[in-house]
């Protein structure tokens, strides 16, 4: 059995346009905003850096080095894009030990703008959110629409997918799950990465089958709802106007499971999913997985766009951690 990536439905139909990105490191910039301020004291050395055209390992594998400390001393909240400018936090352990200069650390590609002290070393997924900047070139498309679509993006949000980032060049590591699953040995780190592909395909096949019945932002009975900016939830299974009133004031959100274990009632739907893909599912349960949930819908509130000549679309907005830029271009570009 082989699995190839579909083109996951749009929310908003047909994009109003086409264009290029990362022509340029620059054309592609996100910056890290942590879920808590350093506290100035403590054995880790808390590192915000920007970097271009480097991957987050790689540096990570040279402050080790210059801080001649064990690579595991190292962390960082999350992965980032080689071919971007990327401003990320690192922390390294230096318990008892002087700081080196870290000035000296500063390379063409490599720039260190702040360090500071806290008690504890930097864990992953402890970000409230990344801001981007993005340039597309080369636009061909109606500009008047595109801005009408950013303007509707802004107000009811997109669906919240997985980026093809998370499955692997042309699709992977989702097949490298399978025969995972089927019993290929894989080293630790490549067993979690290929246990997030497998679990997000399932999510985003349960969110176009939400996106194509246009349900994604909308609520059925026995949905589960995350409220804003928490990942606490609750099940309705009656739909009255409360609810209704503050979906459409984005206070909660309908979220769809993260298959894995567990006895978490789940949707017809999502169940039906789920039974589509056997072998992932399964696979997830062997490997211990808790059955999760996530949004469908994640807002752009502060979403802008502006033409800076008539082929150059430039962007800002920000998105909550484990929300993918790509999933707000493709209303724009497509795939």
Not at 133 to 162: E, K, P
Request: some cysteine; aromatic content about 10%.
């Amino acid at each position: 059995m082989t699995l190839t990536l579909p083109t996951w439905p749009l929310v908003y139909g047909q994009p109003p346009g086409s264009g290029q990105i990362r022509q340029l490191a620059s054309d592609f910039c996100v910056s890290e905003n942590l879920s808590f301020e350093p506290s100035g004291a403590g054995e880790h050395v808390f590192l915000r850096i920007q970097k271009t055209g480097e991957n987050t390992e790689f540096v990570a594998r040279q402050l080790a080095r210059f801080a001649n400390v064990r690579q595991r001393d190292v962390s960082y909240a999350g992965l980032k894009d080689r071919h971007a400018v990327t401003t990320q936090w690192f922390s390294v352990w230096l318990p008892g030990k002087e700081e080196p200069d870290w000035s000296a650390f500063t390379t063409d590609s490599i720039k260190i703008l702040q360090h500071v002290r806290h008690a504890r070393k930097l864990k992953r997924g402890v970000l409230s959110g990344n801001q981007f900047v993005i340039t597309i070139r080369a636009w061909q498309g109606d500009q008047a629409a595109a801005l009408q679509r950013l303007a509707a993006i802004s107000c009811h949000g997109i669906a919240n997918y997985y980026g093809p980032q998370r499955f692997g060049h042309d699709g992977q590591n989702l097949n490298k799950a399978l025969a995972m699953f089927q019993g290929a040995k894989v080293g630790r780190e490549q067993r979690s990465l290929y246990l997030s592909a497998a679990r997000s395909f399932l999510f985003n096949q349960l969110l176009a089958r939400r996106v194509l019945d246009q349900s994604w932002d909308q609520a059925v009975p026995g949905d589960t709802f995350q409220f804003d900016l928490s990942h606490s939830c609750f099940t309705a299974e009656d739909i009255d106007d409360s609810i209704i009133q503050r979906l459409a004031a984005q206070q909660i959100h309908v979220t769809g499971v993260l298959w894995g274990k567990g006895d978490a009632r789940v949707l017809p739907l999502e169940q039906a999913v789920v039974t589509d893909y056997p072998a992932l599912a399964a696979g997830l349960v062997a490997c211990g997985l808790e059955q999760d949930r996530r949004a469908l819908r994640v807002q752009v509130p502060d979403l802008q766009g502006q033409f800076v000549d008539d082929t150059t679309l430039r962007l800002s907005f920000t998105l909550p951690a484990g929300s993918y830029a790509t999933a707000l271009l493709r209303e724009l570009i497509g795939d």
